[in-house]
Structures are given as C-alpha cells and as structure tokens.
C-alpha cells in the first residue's frame, strides 16, 4: 500500500488489516513543515467553510476520536479545532457510563454529544466504546442487560449493525459522520506514558488504567481493527492516522474535514429582494444619521 495522499487513510467499505497501516512516516523536520501548512493554509480554509456552516445553520457534522490512550486525540482538538468559531463547536469526552447510564440503552448517552445544524460536534471517545469495552474488558457481565443479551461477541455484531444503521441516518437527516482512528505504535506510547509519570505537569494527564489497557494491546489492537471493519461505510468512513506522527495525522484530519464541508457547500444566507429593498432604506437612514 502508499501513502501519498489523505485519502490513502480513509476506510469505507474495503476490508484492511491495521498492520498494514503506518503509525509513523515522517520525520521531524519534514513534520515541522506540515505543522506551517496546517496553519497557514488548512485551517483559514476550514475556518471559512465551518464560518459558512454555521450561519447557513442547515447542515452539521459528527466527528468521532478513538485510539488508545497518549495517542493524541486530546491534542487534535487544541491545535485544530481552537481555531474555529466557538459558537459552532460542541466537544463531548465520555468516560466509563454512569448508573444513570446505564439505566438506558447505550447510545442514549451520546445525544447530549450530538450536533445542532451549523455545529461540529466532537466525541473525544464515542459510542465506539461500547463495541470496544465488551470485548476488551467483558463490560457486559457484570451490567444490567438480560441475560440473552450479555454474548460480547454477539453484542459486538449486533452493535456494529446498529451504529452504521445511526450513522446513516444521521446522514441523511444532513449530518454527515467523519471516524478518526488514531493509530500508534506501541513504543511511543511507552514514550509518551513516560514523559506524563515523570512531569509533573503532565501527571494529571496519567491514569492507572492506561498501564492496565497497555497490557492488553494485542486485543484492543484486534479489536480495533474489527471495529473499523464492520463499521466503515461511505456514509460515515474511517481515517487510520499515523499518530506516531502527530501533525501529519492532524493534517490529515483536516483534509478529511475539508473534503466534507466542501461536500456540503454551506452559503451565508442573504436578504430577499423585499428585505433588500426595506433594509437598504435602514441603511440609508442611518447614514443619514435619521435613526
């Protein structure tokens, strides 16, 4: 396979292995070069278009992160998405489920994660946990569900079915759905671990529960690439980043974003001819210094 250009990384309906995909292409200097490209080109870009999205307030978009932990997700949304208009962006992290969550079915959580018409709405972490969770940590035995319902490899078909059935119906109801996979290397996360227990300013970012996932990597990795295969569609793709490569893999993502809204094609809304013809006369008048 090459990797030449952003759609190299997008996943719809073919079948991959994720071994087959890079975590990491470049190196240092030629990553620097990216990170003024991203800035000085792809955002203003996306920025104008999101702009647009926002005020046109006809369309949305859903933008899914999932990775293991120390893979970046966290970082893309500050260094891509701050730049954009507050007001039309919605970020959403979702941890473990609540007792309260877990009182209803699995996706009623991510409602509240969901876009208005004119948002990007962020899931740091999605619905693809409870797909995830199953199967990795065998979340299913010990929750509320019936009995029949507890198989995790069952649960995991069934579940993947559901969620592509979700993503295109919030497609086509104009909410276009973009899945990021963040692929990383099992050396730079130890890297990464590291640097947050031995700085102290990086000490909240760790948890316990990352070295414990850690031990686990073959399966979530397993996993991982089950998930992409089952629910990648042309509604609603996958990208398998580099993330070994942190500005390639959000270059990348902003591509894919870029690609998406330019899709859309938002317009800002203008006056009629009548409210031109009323407003003009405002204007005139206060020109005029009459109102």
Not at 266 to 282: G, L, M, R, V
């Amino acid at each position: 396979m090459t990797f030449n250009q952003f759609e190299d990384f997008k996943v719809t309906t073919q079948e991959i292995k994720l071994s087959d995909y890079p975590t990491q292409l470049l190196d240092d200097s030629e990553e620097k070069a990216i990170k003024q490209e991203i800035e000085e080109t792809l955002i203003p870009k996306m920025d104008a278009l999101h702009q647009a999205l926002f005020a046109e307030e006809k369309n949305g978009m859903l933008l899914a992160l999932q990775a293991m932990d120390a893979a970046g997700k966290d970082e893309v949304i500050e260094h891509i998405f701050s730049a954009l208009l507050p007001q039309g962006l919605k970020v959403t992290s979702f941890s473990q489920p609540s007792e309260e969550e877990q009182s209803h079915d699995y996706l009623w959580r991510m409602s509240e994660g969901l876009p208005k018409r004119g948002q990007i709405a962020i899931l740091n972490r999605s619905y693809y946990e409870d797909i995830i969770s199953p199967i990795v940590h065998e979340s299913l035995e010990d929750s509320k569900l019936p009995e029949h319902m507890k198989d995790k490899e069952e649960a995991f078909a069934q579940r993947s079915e559901q969620i592509k059935n979700f993503e295109r119906y919030l497609a086509e109801n104009g909410f276009p759905t973009i899945k990021f996979f963040f692929n990383l290397s099992k050396e730079t996360q130890a890297k990464r671990l590291i640097e947050r227990i031995e700085d102290p300013k990086k000490n909240h970012e760790f948890s316990e529960s990352d070295i414990e996932d850690r031990d686990k990597w073959d399966l979530f990795q397993d996993t991982f690439e089950k998930m992409i295969n089952a629910t990648a569609s042309l509604e609603a793709p996958w990208y398998i980043l580099p993330a070994d490569n942190p500005w390639l893999s959000r270059k990348i993502a902003t591509q894919a974003i870029i690609q998406v809204l330019e899709g859309i094609d938002p317009q800002y809304p203008t006056f009629s001819e009548e409210e031109k013809e009323k407003y003009n006369a405002y204007a005139k008048q206060l020109k005029n210094g009459e109102r």
